[in-house]
Nanobody, 116 residues
Framework: VQLQASGGGLVQTGGSLRLSCAAS????????IAWHRQAPGKQRELVAR???????NYAESVKGRFTISGDNAMRTVILQMNSLQPEDTAVYYC???????????WGKGTQVTVSS
């Protein structure tokens, strides 16, 4: 499985960005795709997750501002980020969960910077 993340950039406080994660390869084995982020000096954290069945989960800090969506085939997952705050600044990574692969698959990160 290969993951291609895109859509990061620089935005002002209160602005919006849309991240996309495109999966290719043996995507039939993916049971969920999640977005994680890592800010400088901090640990990587889960931001949002969507399962093949459409179940979604969000970090408390992004609830009501971010929306994750994906197609049933897990080919593309979108993270719509609204009302962005400086504390959302981080490198965002998409991760495809596969029950037979311990850490799943990771794409290269995309930088999101929110200026105050």
């Amino acid at each position: 499985v290969q993951l291609q993340a895109s859509g990061g950039g620089l935005v002002q406080t209160g602005g919006s960005l849309r991240l996309s994660c495109a999966a290719s390869g043996s995507i039939f084995s993916i049971n969920a795709i999640a977005w994680h982020r890592q800010a400088p000096g901090k640990q990587r954290e889960l931001v949002a997750r969507v399962s093949r069945r459409g179940t979604t989960n969000y970090a408390e800090s992004v609830k009501g501002r971010f929306t994750i969506s994906g197609d049933n085939a897990m080919r593309t997952v979108i993270l719509q980020m609204n009302s962005l705050q400086p504390e959302d600044t981080a490198v965002y990574y998409c991760n495809a969960e596969d029950l037979s692969v311990v850490e799943g698959y990771w794409g290269k990160g995309t930088q999101v910077t929110v200026s105050s």
